[in-house]
């Protein structure tokens, strides 16, 4: 079992930015990836970074270097700097880990940006 709580959502103007926070209930270097996907409403859930067991992380090509994910393995949280933010960054944004076949979801947080 895997729990990820997560924090750091908020309102923010377009231009701003912001850090979510995901973390994990065991080591991070143990779970095969940890991301995070957002949903906007009246749309699928996204990818939009992850970070793997050995550290290399992979974006969503549209967020044109934007965001950053980073991890810090001594307090096994998961990092998402998010600058540059736009109106359609406005979603609820889930943490994600992947270990074996399994998924684990947080419970989310909203994050709107607003023009």
């Known amino acids: 079992q895997v729990q990820l709580v997560e924090s750091g959502g908020g309102l923010v103007q377009a231009g701003g930015s912001l850090r979510l926070s995901c973390t994990v209930s065991?080591?991070?270097?143990?779970?095969?990836?940890v991301g995070w996907y957002r949903q906007a409403p009246g749309n699928e859930r996204e990818l939009v970074a992850a970070?793997?067991?050995?550290?290399?992380?992979n974006y969503a090509d549209s967020l044109e270097g934007r965001f950053t994910i980073s991890r810090d393995n001594a307090e096994n949280t998961v990092y998402l700097q998010m600058n540059s933010l736009k109106p359609e960054d406005t979603a609820v944004y889930y943490c994600?880990?992947?270990?074996?076949?399994?998924?684990?979801w947080g419970q989310g947080t909203q994050v709107t940006v607003s023009s």
């Open positions: 994600h880990a992947r270990l074996m076949r399994y998924n684990y």
């Open positions: 970070i793997t067991s050995g550290g290399s992380p």
């Open positions: 065991r080591s991070i270097e143990s779970i095969n990836a």
